[in-house]
């Protein structure tokens, strides 16, 4: 698989995301996580917590054209994007096959979600892409997931049954190995059993026109 975490606002989950769900396809096959974003979390992340699979930093804007020989013999690629660098987010969505979004249920990250749609919906033609949802930082016993599943059905997305909970050992996850994946194991599993959206067909249609 060769998975996008893209959301071009800020501290949505993109990175914590990625660490999981690499290191729940490292145990499936050689895994690469590719860190895209110049401020190198995910690579800080590796270097403090030597990690089952390798993380190599590149935040360029022609990661599409770069990543093939990179990728060569890995089975799962894992893209973590930064926010607010369209350019170096489109070319990570070139290279894949699913983006990934992490998104928390809250007004204002829904509010801010316009940018990535669009960029999505512009990639879409050159690279049709299975678009997903994952809910981050969910408050438990609070309405906002639920809401949040309304606003994104309204918007054509597909949102992965799965949902991650705000939890403190998520917060505290950066420089570890997580041995426990957590909620993650099953986004995991949905995102492998997911047949993916024929060209047309993608998430991204509520934002075209
Ligand atoms: N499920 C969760 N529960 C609690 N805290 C979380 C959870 N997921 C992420 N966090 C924390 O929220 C913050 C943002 O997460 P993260 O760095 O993964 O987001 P990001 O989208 O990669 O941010 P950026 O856009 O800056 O790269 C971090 O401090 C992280 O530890
Ligand atoms: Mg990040």
């Not at 369209?86 to 990570?92: D, F, H, L, M, T």
């Not at 928390?104 to 801010?112: A, E, F, G, V």
């Not at 678009?131 to 309204?154: F, I, N, P």
């Amino acid at each position: 698989m060769r998975l996008a975490v893209v959301n071009l606002k800020g501290g949505t989950g993109k990175t914590t995301t990625a660490v999981h769900l690499a290191a729940g396809l490292a145990r499936l096959g050689k895994t690469l996580l590719v860190d895209a974003d110049p401020q190198g979390s995910a690579l800080s992340w590796s270097e403090q917590a030597g990690l089952a699979f390798p993380v190599v930093a590149l935040p360029v804007r022609d990661l599409h054209k770069r990543l093939p020989q990179l990728a060569d013999g890995y089975a799962h690629l894992v893209l973590d994007t930064p926010p607010g660098d369209p350019a170096i987010v489109r070319s990570a969505l070139l290279a894949s096959e699913v983006a990934l979004l992490p998104i928390p249920p809250s007004l204002m990250d829904l509010d801010r979600l316009r940018p990535t749609l669009e960029l999505l919906a512009e990639v879409e033609p050159l690279n049709p892409l299975g678009v997903q949802v994952l809910l981050t930082r969910v408050r438990r016993g609070t309405k906002s997931a639920k809401a949040a599943r309304e606003v994104l059905a309204e918007l054509g997305l597909a949102v992965l049954e799965a949902e991650i909970p705000l939890r403190e050992g998520y917060a505290t996850a950066f420089g570890l190995v997580p041995e426990d994946l957590g909620e993650y194991e099953a986004a995991l599993e949905e995102l492998l059993v997911k047949p993916q959206p024929q060209p047309g067909s993608a998430g991204t249609q509520g934002v075209r026109g």
